[in-house]
């Protein structure tokens, strides 16, 4: 049951890593924006950012119970 729940989680934590911004990473370090390099996240962006942030860790955390059960 761990196991499914770690693979939905995981599919989650991807889809949301692909939803981000593209010019919040390395990309706006090596000259994909002109502007400042921090940003206020607002609206939308930022629950995908705190939401992102929370999937990792419920899959960190069913990991760990994973390999402690087994």
């Known amino acids: 049951m761990l196991t499914v729940a770690q693979i939905v989680v995981s599919i989650i934590l991807i889809i949301l890593v ?37 999937a990792a860790s419920i899959f960190a955390a069913l990991a760990i119970i994973n390999l402690i059960i087994k």
Do not use: N
């Not at 990473?25 to 002109?34: D, E, K, P, Y």
């Not at 390099?37 to 607002?42: A, E, K, L, T």
């Open 18 to 54: 692909l939803l981000q911004e593209r010019s919040s990473g390395l990309s706006g370090v090596f000259g994909g924006t002109g502007g400042t390099p921090y940003q206020s996240r607002r609206g939308l962006e930022k629950f995908i950012y705190w939401a992102t942030i929370g």
